[in-house]
């Protein structure tokens, strides 16, 4: 399975609310996201994720994980 996704995010809190104090940058996601069956019941999963801030310097994540039900 392949799998890739991007979001974009500018939170907004009221003008009464304790959030709105805090300073919030616009973010930007870039995911891919891959997942490989191998003999039942083991996969492996990896993604790759580009992160953009408004404000702030960019990021990348990577996960490459196995996992199993035995």
């Known amino acids: 399975m392949l799998k890739g996704e991007f979001y974009q995010v500018l939170p907004t ?8 104090v805090f300073a919030v940058d616009k973010y930007q996601e870039y995911l891919v996201r ?3 069956s191998l003999e039942a ?7 790759y994720a580009h992160q ?18 035995r």
């Open 13 to 20: 809190f009221d003008s009464t609310s304790i959030y709105s």
């Open 34 to 36: 891959a997942e490989y």
């Open 41 to 47: 019941p083991d996969a492996l999963f990896a993604s």
């Open 52 to 69: 953009t801030y408004e404000d702030s310097d960019d990021a990348d994540n990577f996960i490459v994980a196995h996992a199993s039900s």
